[in-house]
């Protein structure tokens, strides 16, 4: 990359986390209008019992979990001989077509038809866009590279989710889709004039990026992000009636909740780049251990306002912080498939998006009352501190992160 001018770098880099940006829309907006989106597409069972149907709406969130957990690791294996930027526009175009057909459809299964499209490119866009990050910042910097396309997703958290999130409560759910489809199409846009294009790994074939999964390694690192993280979607998945109806306050503060607990995702995120590349062993024990702690705290101070607000901005920090140390991780242990490796990280952390709120969707169902959905993210957070822990002592040499070993042409 040292024929590419500073100017050219960052908005190249600027343009990949935009794609981030519309990834964060595109899974976290339907936590926000998860009630306005049962109360539309399941009338009859929302006037029957709304925490019912919202439990029932909880599905949107769970099987765009699910064709990221199934698109990640088929894209990665089938796009190894393509060319990354290629790659990242074809991912783009399917976001695109994906939200529309989403936002159109006019029934609870053909929105859950198009959220699953749209989810099949999402795990392969982060793995192929952070490893054209890294690339670009030069070697050793797998965390810093992740960061930056994360960093697009955190950002929209802190503003575009909850603007969408108003948007959507104003006018309408589809209209928030509509608009998330505008941002991935300017998107394309953008990737298409401002990213150089990167080759693919020598001898790049779908049988390298499937021998990944021969390492023990590999299948236990996954293991720890899968259900570790899913202690923060047990608590983001459902922000929005915790905000109403523990804490109290009206439908408009949903938007600044999920504001705070964005800024509190961007802060985590920046300093777990760092952190990672630094030191991958103390940042992944360390985060789930901040992980824990900030979970059962929110579970306690919820019901306050003041708690509630200082509760999502933590949450969202230590998992953020987290993030970055969980994707250089499975790069490392899989250095002969680093697409792969970072597309199974999104596969794992999605099986934690779908485990999350399916388990807290269960908990809430029975009764037990919106916050129960809390507990059992604290109960996650601990087994994959557990995981983590295991999987560090069988793998000792993963205590930082090695650089890139993709090569790049422009």
């Known amino acids: 990359m040292e024929n590419l001018t500073a100017g050219r770098r960052w908005a190249a880099l600027l343009a990949l986390a935009l794609g981030g940006f519309g990834l964060g829309l595109t899974e976290f907006v339907a936590m926000g209008l998860l009630p306005n989106m049962a109360q539309d597409l399941l ?23 699910l064709g990221v957990v199934v698109g990640a690791p088929t894209i990665a294996a089938v796009s190894a001989r393509l060319p990354r930027r290629r790659l990242v526009l074809v991912l783009l175009s399917t976001f695109v077509i994906g939200t529309v057909a989403s936002a159109l459809a006019p029934t609870f299964g053909l929105v859950l038809a198009g959220r699953f499209v ?16 890294a690339t670009m910042l030069g070697p050793g910097s797998q965390g810093k590279g992740f960061a930056i396309v994360l960093g697009g ?7 575009g989710v909850p603007l969408i999130t108003a948007l959507g409560q104003a006018a309408g759910w589809r209209i928030a889709y509509l608009a998330v489809a505008g941002v991935f199409a300017c998107t394309l846009l953008f990737v298409l004039f401002t990213v150089p294009e990167v080759a693919a790994a020598p001898g ?4 390298s990026e499937l021998a990944a999964f021969k390492s023990p390694h590999v299948w236990l690192a996954a293991a720890v992000a899968a259900i570790g993280f899913g202690g923060f979607f047990a608590v983001n998945s459902y922000i929005a009636p915790v905000t109403t109806h523990v804490t109290g306050l009206p439908e408009s503060y949903v938007p600044w909740v999920l504001a705070v607990m964005g800024i509190g995702m961007t802060a985590g995120n920046a300093l777990g780049g ?137």
């Open 43 to 65: 009338p009859e069972a929302y006037a029957r019992s709304a925490p019912d149907a919202v439990a029932t709406a909880g599905w949107m969130i769970t099987i765009y979990a």
């Open 118 to 133: 749209a989810a099949l490119a999402h795990g392969a866009y982060f793995g192929a866009a952070g490893l054209l990050a």
């Open 153 to 159: 997703l955190t950002a929209a958290n802190v503003f």
């Open 204 to 207: 790049g074939s779908p049988r």
């Open 274 to 410: 760092f952190a990672a590349d630094h030191n991958l062993r103390r940042s992944v024990l360390l985060g789930f251990v901040a992980m824990i702690g900030t979970i059962a705290l929110f579970g306690l101070v919820a019901s306050n306002p003041i708690g509630l607000f200082a509760g999502v901005f933590l949450v969202g920090a230590a998992a953020l912080f987290i993030g970055p140390a969980l994707q250089a991780r499975l790069i490392a242990v899989a250095p002969g498939a680093q697409l792969m490796g970072a597309a199974v990280n999104q596969s794992a952390s999605n099986v934690a998006n779908s485990a999350g709120a399916a388990l807290g969707g269960v908990v809430i169902a029975a009764g037990w009352g919106y916050l129960s959905s809390v507990w059992i993210g604290v109960a996650l957070a601990v087994a994959g501190l557990a995981l983590a822990v295991v999987s560090l002592r069988l793998d000792p040499a993963t205590s930082s992160t090695e650089p890139s070993r993709e090569p790049a042409t422009v």
